[in-house]
């Protein structure tokens, strides 16, 4: 394959969206917006790179409901963020709305609590020695951009007796 963003003269491009696709689920999973993203963006006609995402699906290599349940729990994992940064980065994805509405929704209230309590507690040393209302404001703002709403950071904000005075 040349250097160009085009398929080659002369080659078989379902041929050769077929390999770019598997070579970049290799690296990770992906969705298939950005499978098919990729695949326009490296010269692969529309209508090529739909019967090539179609095949993958088929034999189960693209799998939007499973890539959105594996980026969901990863994230709440390890970035200890909300369900609506969860949906937005979903979103961008390409994933459905009714795929990102069934996944978050699996994502209980005490769930989303823990999540912001585990982080708020991390940040928390680091705000330990500033004054209260810098602490307050500190970690509210950092909860904010967790996408953490306004009630789940009072209820945290106050089990760590940080009060917003």
């Known amino acids: ?56 699906a088929e034999r189960g290599f693209v799998n939007d409901h499973e890539f959105a349940r594996y980026w969901s729990e990863s994230r709440q994992r390890t970035k200890k963020v909300s369900k609506r940064i969860i ?22 209230d005490d769930e989303e609590f823990a999540n912001a309590m585990t982080f708020a507690e991390r940040k928390a040393r680091a705000v330990s020695s500033l004054s209260p209302e810098v602490a307050c404001r500190r970690m509210c703002g950092a909860l904010s951009r967790r ?14 007796g940080i009060s917003r005075s």
């Open 1 to 56: 394959m040349s250097s160009s963003n085009s398929v080659e003269v002369g080659s078989d491009p379902y041929q050769v969206g077929t390999t770019i696709a598997l070579t970049a689920l290799g690296r990770r999973a992906k969705s298939r917006g950005e499978l098919f993203t990729l695949l326009k963006k490296r010269g692969i006609p529309e209508e090529v790179a739909n019967a090539v995402l179609f095949r993958l």
């Open 87 to 108: 949906g937005g980065e979903l979103r961008s994805k390409g994933i459905s709305p009714e795929i990102i509405e069934r996944i978050t929704g699996d994502i209980s």
């Open 147 to 160: 996408g953490f709403s306004g009630p789940v950071i009072s209820r945290v904000l106050a089990e760590l």
